[in-house]
């Protein structure tokens, strides 16, 4: 069984920065794409960033420049820095991963989520 426990929402400034963390656990063999989603209320959810195992990075056009993906490959965990917070960027954030595992093959999986007000 896979879980992604979320970790580094909360309230800050416009201008503000945080850091999210997404770490993968349970018997895993690969995580191959780690990235985070986001949803805001009345809206529809959607990819804010991903990484590939292999460094591959991508953004949503809204957050290039100013949000930050990166991974730990060794201990399954993505982590999202967040410089240059806008209120628009408040959003409930959900981490999903590909993973691999033993029994079921590749799956996605998606984490609680947790939330990043940014006030004006």
Same mark, same amino acid.
């Given at each position: 069984?896979? /879980?992604?426990?979320?970790?580094?929402?909360? #309230? =800050?400034? $416009?201008?503000? *920065?945080?850091?999210?963390?997404?770490? @993968?656990?349970?018997?895993?063999?690969?995580?191959?794409?780690?990235?985070?989603?986001? /949803?805001?209320?009345?809206?529809?959810?959607? #990819? =804010?960033? $991903?990484?590939? *195992?292999?460094?591959?990075?991508?953004? @949503?056009?809204?957050?290039?420049?100013?949000?930050?993906?990166?991974?730990?490959?060794?201990?399954?965990?993505?982590?999202?820095?967040?410089?240059?917070?806008?209120?628009?960027?408040?959003?409930?954030?959900?981490?999903?991963?590909?993973?691999?595992?033993?029994?079921?093959?590749?799956?996605?999986?998606?984490?609680?989520?947790?939330?990043?007000?940014?006030?004006?």
């Amino acid at each position: 069984q896979v /879980q992604l426990v979320e970790s580094g929402g909360g #309230l =800050v400034q $416009t201008g503000g *920065s945080l850091r999210l963390s997404c770490r @993968a656990s349970g018997n895993i063999f690969v995580a191959n794409a780690m990235g985070w989603d986001r /949803q805001a209320p009345g809206k529809q959810r959607e #990819l =804010v960033a $991903t990484a590939t *195992s292999d460094g591959t990075t991508t953004y @949503a056009d809204s957050v290039k420049g100013r949000f930050t993906i990166s991974r730990d490959n060794a201990k399954d965990t993505v982590y999202l820095q967040m410089d240059n917070l806008k209120p628009e960027d408040t959003a409930v954030y959900y981490c999903n991963a590909r993973i691999l595992t033993p029994n079921n093959g590749y799956r996605n999986y998606w984490g609680q989520g947790t939330q990043v007000t940014v006030s004006s």
